[in-house]
């Protein structure tokens, strides 16, 4: 398996981020580098591909990823704390999963995750390995993959869209360039098969 290959992989495992809360374990598992769906794989890796090689001034290739467009750990953060401040405070994303519930008809539990410092600081670190380890950057990601971590959270497209409308107003206020910000999204929008459950 190529570099770039297990970079997509843990990209598109997952932060139980981008709509459901901060459903994952903490604990990692070994060989967990694909999303689960070959198609998201390949646009993801394909999205990269392109996108890893621009021209310096001399107009030769020259090798330099998104994450290091984007500003690095820096930058990363600094998207993650905007964006996570955003999510938490719009009811349109739901991210705390009110009024959800899982089971069958006798028996149903609800998913609500609880907004803790704890919890938030646990889905911060896990949206920056996401964003890091999506855009390129050299990062480890520690959590569930994608679609395990939202499974049972009846996450809705209009949820996912409003998500990706947030973090594109993050990208916005933050001044990132408009083909950064285009690469990003589309490499986001891979995940909206392992994360919405009701169409």
Not at 64 to 88: C, H, K, P, S
Not at 127 to 155: C, D, N, T, W
């Amino acid at each position: 398996m190529t570099c770039n290959m297990i970079k997509i992989g843990l990209m598109l495992a997952a932060v139980s981020f981008l709509s459901g809360g901060c459903a994952s374990q903490e604990t990692p598992e070994e060989g967990f580098f694909t999303s689960g769906s070959p198609e998201a794989d390949q646009r993801a890796e394909q999205q990269i591909a392109e996108t890893e090689q621009i021209r310096d001034d001399d107009g030769n290739a020259s090798p330099r990823t998104l994450y290091e467009r984007l500003g690095g750990e820096r930058g990363i953060n600094l998207i993650v704390d905007d964006f996570i401040a955003r999510a938490l405070a719009d009811p349109r994303v739901n991210w705390q999963r009110q009024g959800v519930e899982q089971g069958g008809f006798f028996r149903r539990a609800s998913v609500e995750w609880d907004a803790s410092d704890q919890n938030v600081a646990r889905l911060k670190r896990h949206m920056a390995q996401f964003l890091s380890v999506a855009s390129g950057g050299p990062v480890r990601y520690e959590g569930q993959e994608m679609k395990a971590a939202h499974a049972g959270l009846r996450i809705t497209n209009p949820e996912f869209d409003a998500t990706v409308g947030l973090l594109k107003a993050t990208l916005d206020k933050l001044g990132v360039g408009t083909e950064e910000q285009k690469e990003l999204l589309a490499l986001i929008e891979t995940t909206r098969p392992q994360i919405v459950e009701q169409r």
